[in-house]
Nanobody
């Protein structure tokens, strides 16, 4: 079993930045596919960004050019750098690690973008 713990959420003004962290209880991120998802009130959970075991990263169209997954992460921590935040980015953000049908989720961290 693997525990994932997200942190770094909070309240930020439009145009601001946040950096989310996801720490794993074991060193899995180099061998598992990883991803960041978000769920806004009344909406389904959606993919924000995903990195495969080969190292390629894909971003949702809504966050391209604003969100990045920094390289050179610590071995048991991944990050999501969020810039130019918009009110529509308000959601609970979750990190995920998955491989061969096995999937682990964190408890989520709230991001609120509001003036």
């Amino acid at each position: 079993q693997v525990q994932l713990v997200e942190s770094g959420g909070g309240l930020v003004q439009p145009g601001g930045s946040l950096r989310l962290s996801c720490q794993a209880s074991r060193n899995i991120f180099r061998v598992y596919n990883t991803g960041w998802y978000r769920q806004a009130p009344g909406k389904q959970r959606e993919l924000v960004a995903a990195t495969t075991t080969s190292g390629s990263t894909n971003y949702a169209d809504s966050v391209k050019g604003r969100f990045t997954i920094p390289r050179g992460n610590a071995k048991n921590t991944i990050y999501l750098q969020m810039n130019s935040l918009k009110p529509e980015d308000t959601a609970v953000y979750y990190c995920n690690a998955n491989l061969y049908g096995v999937s682990f989720w964190g408890q989520g961290t709230q991001v609120t973008v509001s003036s």
